[in-house]
């Protein structure tokens, strides 16, 4: 059982370099606290998970080509996520709209390595089975 994740929680990417503030849409019409609550499937760059600053990884092509460029330093590029799938684990009976409600401790895997990580949930007092 984990807290609930709303509309305003943060989240980071291992790489990424600064955090980011997840969004939630209120389709579901579930509000926990007064905010949107989020579901496993809520993973659309730029609409639920907006950058986190700038990339540095080098599975990311823009950061590749960038730091080749760059005679091989490390050369970060602006972030734009690309989930690979959806959360994992959310709640283990709580639903939203027939999908597991988004939990404290789920991680979300970006395309070019990243693994992206809820720090603060937002929600301050609800939990979520």
Known sequence: MGQSVVTGAMATCSFG??????????????????RPAGTTMDMMP?????????????????VAAA????LGVLTPMPCIPTMAGPWKPGALKTTIGGKPALVSGSTCNCAFGGMVSITMTGAMKT???
């Open 67 to 70: 730091t080749s460029a760059a």
């Open 46 to 62: 730029m609409v639920n998970i907006p950058p986190f600053g700038m990339c540095t990884s080098l599975s990311n092509p823009t």
């Open 17 to 34: 370099v600064a955090p980011s503030t997840l969004n939630f849409l209120p389709i579901t019409r579930v509000t926990i606290e007064g």
């Open 127 to 129: 939990t979520a089975g």
